[in-house]
């Protein structure tokens, strides 16, 4: 990858990957004006409560919050317009076709610039039950506890 073509991130949805089973993810471009650029390269977005829609054969990212930018006083954007993704129709129609399936739904994962571009991860995602929560909890702690006990371990081992 060449320097100009170097990720900045601007944000992330952490509470997806505990809410959701991540199956596909993909980057799409996204529409926006000139005030929510320079707002997004601030890094003054979230992404948290976002979803995406297919409609008309268009995506569209919905609940996304790009704070206005306080240089364009008159010429401002709304922080929670409606944006559009940019993808190929054959992504469009495969996305479509799956989103028509039960239980499937489209989340952003994250924002970032792509070089000059603004870019967002998009993932195909299926809602996880309260069990599969908690199974996702006791791993997690399980794996902490087992580098906690290694970390210990090393530690042990210098001191000898």
Same mark, same amino acid.
């Given at each position: 990858? =060449?320097?100009?073509?170097?990720?900045?991130?601007?944000?992330?949805?952490?509470?997806?990957?505990?809410?959701?089973?991540?199956?596909?993810?993909?980057?799409?471009?996204?529409?926006?004006?000139?005030?929510?650029?320079?707002?997004?390269?601030?890094?003054?977005?979230?992404?948290? &409560?976002?979803?995406?829609?297919?409609?008309?054969?268009?995506?569209?990212?919905?609940?996304?919050?790009?704070?206005?930018?306080?240089?364009? =006083?008159?010429?401002?954007?709304?922080?929670?317009?409606?944006?559009?993704?940019?993808?190929?129709?054959?992504?469009?129609?495969?996305?479509?076709?799956?989103?028509?399936?039960?239980?499937?739904?489209?989340?952003?994962?994250?924002?970032?610039?792509?070089?000059?571009?603004?870019?967002?991860?998009?993932?195909?995602?299926?809602?996880?039950?309260?069990? &599969?929560?908690?199974?996702?909890?006791?791993?997690?702690?399980?794996?902490?506890?087992?580098?906690?006990?290694?970390?210990?371990?090393?530690? &042990?081992?210098?001191?000898?």
């Amino acid at each position: 990858m =060449s320097p100009e073509e170097a990720l900045k991130q601007v944000c992330t949805n952490r509470k997806a990957r505990y809410l959701y089973f991540i199956l596909e993810t993909m980057e799409a471009g996204i529409a926006l004006v000139g005030s929510e650029v320079k707002s997004l390269r601030a890094g003054k977005a979230n992404i948290r &409560d976002g979803y995406a829609t297919v409609e008309r054969g268009e995506v569209f990212l919905h609940n996304m919050h790009i704070s206005p930018y306080d240089e364009a =006083s008159l010429f401002n954007h709304d922080p929670m317009r409606i944006r559009k993704l940019l993808l190929n129709k054959q992504e469009i129609r495969r996305l479509s076709g799956k989103i028509n399936e039960r239980g499937f739904t489209l989340v952003p994962l994250s924002v970032y610039f792509k070089g000059k571009h603004a870019k967002v991860e998009i993932a195909l995602v299926k809602g996880k039950k309260k069990y &599969d929560k908690r199974e996702d909890i006791a791993r997690k702690e399980h794996e902490r506890e087992m580098e906690r006990a290694l970390k210990g371990r090393r530690r &042990d081992q210098r001191a000898e």
